[in-house]
C-alpha cells in the first residue's frame, strides 16, 4: 500500500529565503509519480511540481525544486526566495503509474509561515 | 487553462439529508476522482470512477455513498443520509489516463456543512 509521510506540520520561514519541506514515501511499485500542490487559506488544492521516478533529474518550476532521492525515498520541496504569498498548507502525494490504483494518495501537509 | 469546476461552491445541510455534490470535469479527462478533506486534516481519497463504473473506493466510501455520471458531462457525489462527520471540503478531480506525468487536476472544491 502507497503510504506518503511529511512530517513536519509546520515550519516557518522568513521572506526572501530558501525552505525545504520534507516528503518521504513508500511503495513497491517500481514507476510512480510524485506530486506537490499548494492549499492556500481558500481551499483550493493548486498542483506545483511533478517528478517521476524514472526522471534523471530533480524537477524544477520557477522558484520550486523537488530533491528527489530515489534510493531514500523522499522527495522533498524546495522553495526559494520565499514570499508572503507562500504562506498556505503544502502536500506531498504519490501515485502509482501503472498499478490498478491510479488515484492520488497524500500525505497529512506542512503549514508553511512566511514571516516579513 | 481548462479547469475542473465544482457547484455548490459551499452548502449547508440537515443530518439526515440527501447532498448532491456536482463536478464538470475537463473534457479529455477520462478517470474522475472523489477527495475528502476534514477541516485541518489530510485530504482523503474516496473513489475513482472510469467507464462508467466505480474502479476503486476506499474504506470511507460506504454505502451511504454514491456516484454517477448521468449525462456524460456533470460527475456527481450523493450522500443520501448525511452526518455531522461528513462535514469536510470535498474535492472532485480529473486524469486523462495517459500514464507518464500527467497530473489529477482538481476542482476548487465544495465545502459542506452538515449541522
Known amino acids: 500500500a502507497q503510504k506518503i509521510t511529511q512530517t513536519q506540520p509546520g515550519m516557518f520561514v522568513q521572506e526572501k529565503e530558501a525552505v525545504t519541506l520534507d516528503c518521504t514515501y513508500d511503495?513497491?511499485?517500481?514507476?510512480?509519480?510524485l506530486f506537490w500542490y499548494k492549499q492556500p487559506s481558500s481551499g483550493e488544492m493548486i498542483f506545483l511540481i511533478y517528478?517521476?521516478?524514472?526522471?534523471?533529474q530533480n524537477a524544477t518550476e520557477g522558484r520550486y525544486s523537488l530533491n528527489f532521492q530515489k534510493a531514500r525515498k523522499s522527495a522533498n520541496l524546495v522553495i526559494s526566495a520565499s514570499q508572503l504569498g507562500d504562506s498556505a498548507m503544502y502536500f506531498c502525494?504519490?501515485?502509482?503509474?501503472?498499478?490498478?490504483?491510479?488515484?492520488?494518495?497524500f500525505g497529512a501537509g506542512t503549514r508553511l509561515t512566511v514571516k516579513p | 487553462e481548462p479547469e475542473v469546476t465544482q457547484t455548490p461552491s459551499h452548502q449547508v445541510t440537515q443530518m439526515g439529508q440527501e447532498v448532491i455534490l456536482r463536478c464538470v470535469p475537463i473534457s479529455n479527462h477520462l478517470y474522475f476522482y472523489w477527495y475528502r478533506q476534514i477541516l485541518g486534516q489530510k485530504v482523503e481519497f474516496l473513489v475513482s470512477?472510469?467507464?462508467?463504473?466505480?474502479?476503486?473506493k476506499s474504506e470511507i466510501f460506504d454505502d451511504q455513498f454514491s456516484v454517477e455520471r448521468p449525462d456524460g458531462s456533470n460527475f456527481t457525489l450523493k450522500i443520501r443520509s448525511t452526518k455531522l462527520e461528513d462535514s469536510a471540503m470535498y474535492f472532485c478531480?480529473?486524469?486523462?489516463?495517459?500514464?507518464?506525468?500527467?497530473?489529477?487536476?482538481f476542482g476548487e472544491g465544495s465545502w459542506l456543512t452538515v449541522v
Open positions: 511503495t513497491s511499485d517500481p514507476s510512480y509519480g
Open positions: 517528478q517521476g521516478s524514472y526522471d534523471q
Open positions: 502525494a504519490m501515485r502509482e503509474l501503472f498499478s490498478n490504483n491510479n488515484d492520488m494518495r
Open positions: 478531480a480529473g486524469w486523462t489516463g495517459e500514464k507518464a506525468g500527467n497530473t489529477i487536476y
Open positions: 470512477f472510469y467507464n462508467n463504473e466505480i474502479s476503486e
